[in-house]
């Protein structure tokens, strides 16, 4: 003896059955089913809330980066949700293998469509394992913006920048650009300046005068231990080297590290205040050296600069107009025979 049932059905009668043993006569009103569904719905929601506020600590004791201790806690939140919508559309009649089969063929769907969504959510991931900044962090973009690391979510990156902006950048942008990262070890940062001086100056009083300049500016670091870079070392105090010989003067290039990266531009103009000074009132020999130009004349064309115009002195000016003294007593007065 064989037997043949539908397994949906008997599915759906079964949880029709646990449903109106769950729910008193007087409730299973028409539409009852949507009304619970949505009930469970609303009540995953708060769940969720209140499991993120309980986790909330724990995670973040446990996980040092606080990127994914928000990555992990919205996780959490995202499931509790996702398991609430699953337990009401059992309530309204759907059954678990239809609701995968569904979400699946729906995620391949969107999957072709929304394909930079994607790559972003993965991009997101290895800027998460990669760890190149942090929340917090002062980064500066390739184009030169500079600002904090606000969040760092699976899809994005908020960037607070220095002219009190937001800046979304996606991650799949973010790994293609480069990312100048300010506090990831030591927020001491080193800088550079140049300056061009006549050959005339005296090159170790121009030197000595610009490395002074830079210890008297507040937030440089004017001596100490050197600075560990690597495996290399490096002078904490301000140093001026001779770069190159230009063509209009020799190049100088001072470098200084600063305590904190935040007022880089303050601290620059500060340091080129100090040098323009200090040239200003040195007792030596020490000009800024700037371009020069020197006009050579080819004397074959004998050419001069008169008013700012050039003149050719082959072209004769004409002779003024003066008549002789001849024309003039001839002319003058007329014959007395011809008034007559």
């Known amino acids: 003896m064989t037997t043949t049932g539908l397994p949906a059905e008997s599915t759906d009668a079964a949880a029709a059955e646990v449903v109106s043993s769950l729910v008193p006569a007087w409730l299973q009103f028409p539409g009852y089913r949507i009304a619970a569904a949505l009930l469970v719905v609303a009540l995953g929601v708060s769940l969720s809330k209140l499991l993120v506020s309980l986790l909330g600590r724990p995670v973040a004791r446990r996980v ?3 990127s994914v201790a928000q990555i992990v806690l919205g996780g959490v ?19 678990i293998g239809n609701i995968v089969l569904s979400v699946t063929v729906f995620s391949a769907v969107v999957g072709i469509i929304l394909a930079p969504i994607v790559g972003n959510v993965l991009n997101g991931i290895f800027v998460l394992a990669d760890q190149p900044f942090e929340i917090g962090d002062m980064v500066k973009l390739d184009d030169g913006t500079r600002g904090f690391v606000d969040d760092i979510t699976i899809r994005y990156t908020k960037i607070f920048t220095l002219d009190n902006t937001f800046l ?49 500016t507040d937030n440089v670091i004017n001596g100490g231990p050197d600075i560990r870079v690597g495996s290399a070392r490096y002078p904490a105090s301000p140093g001026c080297f001779i770069t190159d010989f230009a063509d209009n003067g ?56 008169r008013s700012g115009e050039l003149v050719d002195d082959s072209i004769q000016q004409p002779p003024e107009d003066t008549a002789s003294t001849d024309d003039d007593t001839a002319f003058s007065d007329p014959p007395a025979d011809l008034d007559e």
Do not use: C
Request: proline letters at 2%; glycine letters at 4%; zero cysteines.
């Open 168 to 216: 979304v950048i996606p991650n799949g942008n973010v790994r293609d650009r480069d990312v100048v990262n300010y506090s990831a070890e030591d927020e001491r940062t080193r800088l550079s300046l140049d300056v061009l001086v006549t050959y005339d100056s005296d090159l170790l009083e121009a030197r000595r005068q610009m490395e002074l300049a830079a210890r008297d």
């Open 250 to 305: 020799v190049l100088l290039r001072l470098r200084y590290w600063v305590t904190k990266p935040y007022q880089i531009a303050a601290v620059e103009s500060a340091v080129r205040t100090a040098i323009r000074q200090r040239f200003i009132d040195a007792e030596g020999t020490l000009e800024m050296a700037y371009p020069h130009r020197q006009l050579v004349l080819d004397d074959d064309a004998a050419t001069t600069i």
């Open 77 to 95: 939140r995202g499931g509790t949700i996702a398991l609430a919508l699953i337990i009401a559309g059992s309530i309204v009649g759907l059954q």
């Open 64 to 66: 040092e980066r606080q």
